[in-house]
């Protein structure tokens, strides 16, 4: 008995074991007392006076390093009474927004995302979908031409369409977002600068039909069943035939005003089947069939939130995005 009460009088009591040392004295005080019951009337009065000193050196010991741990918390604590520091949380983007709507749209149609570069070889941005470079449909696009031989900056994304088209054989369903450049003087629907969204289905059976179809399902999808969409016959050298796609001015409603020009429409891309030169040129069988589109992202939050000019979502106005949340 002794040498135990003699261990653990010397044992060193950290917090790590704090609450294991009190379980074990609590447990060998009891066991002490029970003891003492057997123990003759002189003998008990001696060997109780033993244990209760035992039992307070314990305890002081105990309770001091308790006090310590206590300190050190109040120390470390965090004031919960103080009131929280202020955060600025962000929001995504107005253009991004309407992009992830289009992007669930098509990856929910079995559509696939490839991308490119956007400094990009005149062969892929030009020559390869039928715009050679005598053809006058080079006057069409003013393109940023660099310094570096041969070397653009993209003038769309048809180019990723390519590239691709050039690794891979059919059936093809993709979509290119990305950013694309042209030498367009700023007004309310054009920057030099601005994000498009094309997309390419090449395979057995494809007709113009199915085209418009996606097309429609797809601004349904985006803008709801209301908006009023339609086909004008257009041009473009890497389809035949080709179509503008516009959708009802949600300015002025299709009575006319400055954002759509008068004209009670928008234009928000184009499209058309495949011009069979553009298959022949990335090795593609003779016959095949296939339709493309493109999307001029950068006029959908236009459109989706009434904006008098498109240049407004590039200006990196906060006032103007927090009211567009």
């Known amino acids: 008995m002794n040498k135990k009460i003699d261990e653990l009088l010397h044992l060193e009591i950290k917090k790590e074991n704090v609450l294991e040392v009190e379980k074990k004295v609590k447990e060998f005080v009891k066991e002490l007392y029970q003891n003492m019951k057997t123990l003759p009337l002189e003998e008990k009065k001696t060997f109780g006076a033993e244990v209760n000193d035992f039992k307070l050196k314990m305890e002081e010991k105990i309770a001091s390093v308790k006090q310590n741990m206590q300190k050190t918390n109040e120390k470390d604590s965090i004031d919960l009474t103080l009131s929280k520091p202020s955060l600025r949380y962000g929001a995504m983007h107005p253009l991004n927004k309407i992009y992830k709507r289009f992007e669930e749209y ?19 941005n030009c020559e390869m979908l039928n715009i050679p470079e005598h053809h006058p449909a080079r006057g069409m696009q003013d393109t940023f031409y660099l310094e570096l031989p041969n070397k653009i900056l993209r003038s769309h994304t048809s180019a990723v369409q390519v590239r691709y088209m050039l690794k891979h054989k059919p059936p093809v ?67 035949e ?7 009802t001015c949600t300015v002025c409603g ?49 459109i989706e939130y009434e904006l008098p000019e498109l240049r407004i979502l590039h200006d990196n106005n906060i006032k103007v995005y927090k009211k567009l949340k």
């Not at 085209?211 to 257009?234: D, Q, T, Y």
Request: aromatic fraction near 14%.
């Open 106 to 124: 098509y990856k929910a149609n079995g559509y696939n995302i490839v991308s490119g570069p956007e400094i990009e070889l005149d062969k892929y």
């Open 173 to 239: 369903k993709i979509i290119s977002p990305g950013i694309v450049y042209r030498v367009d003087e700023l007004d309310p629907q054009h920057t030099p600068m601005f994000f498009q969204l094309e997309g390419l289905v090449v395979g057995e059976g494809i007709t113009f039909a199915d085209l418009k179809g996606s097309i429609m399902n797809c601004i349904s999808h985006v803008f709801g069943e209301n908006i009023i969409a339609r086909f004008v016959p257009s041009y473009y050298p890497y389809t």
């Open 241 to 247: 035939p080709s179509a503008g796609i516009d959708i």
């Open 254 to 302: 299709g009575v006319g005003c400055r954002t759509c020009k008068n004209s009670g429409w928008i234009r928000i891309g184009g499209c058309g089947m495949v011009h069979p030169n553009v298959f022949e040129n990335v090795g593609y069988e003779e016959g095949t069939q296939g339709f493309a589109f493109g999307y001029g992202m950068s006029k959908f939050p236009q």
